[in-house]
Nanobody, 124 residues
Framework: QVQLVESGGGLVQAGGSLRLSCVAS????????MGWFRRAPGKEREFVAA????????VYADSVKGRFTVSRDNAKNTEYLQMNSLNAEDTAVYYCAADYLGSASTSPRAYEYWGQGTQVTVSS
């Protein structure tokens, strides 16, 4: 069982930056690929970024490529999402997710554990 807790969301002006964190419970964090997803008001949940257990493989949605960076610190059981050049279309609730022995999938169905989400609001 893994529990995930996100933090770092908030209100930011367009063009600004935020860094989200996701802390995982348990001692086997490095057995999980980790992902970030988001759900904007009135829209379906969508993939944002993912990272494999070692951090050597990362995957990004086209909409965030070049602006967002996913990383992890296995010693701290923490995944990060650095978000730069934010715009109003990035406004959403952001969720982290864990996939046991995964390979950084873009599909939400691959992920067994989910956090409660953190709100990111970008004002234009």
């Amino acid at each position: 069982q893994v529990q995930l807790v996100e933090s770092g969301g908030g209100l930011v002006q367009a063009g600004g930056s935020l860094r989200l964190s996701c802390v995982a419970s348990g001692r086997t964090f490095n057995s999980y690929a980790m992902g970030w997803f988001r759900r904007a008001p009135g829209k379906e949940r969508e993939f944002v970024a993912a990272i494999n257990w070692s951090g050597q493989r990362t995957v990004y949605a086209d909409s965030v490529k070049g602006r967002f960076t996913v990383s992890r610190d296995n010693a701290k059981n923490t995944e990060y999402l650095q978000m730069n050049s934010l715009n109003a279309e990035d406004t959403a609730v952001y969720y982290c997710a864990a996939d046991y022995l995964g390979s950084a999938s873009t599909s939400p169905r691959a992920y067994e554990y989910w956090g409660q989400g953190t709100q990111v609001t970008v004002s234009s």
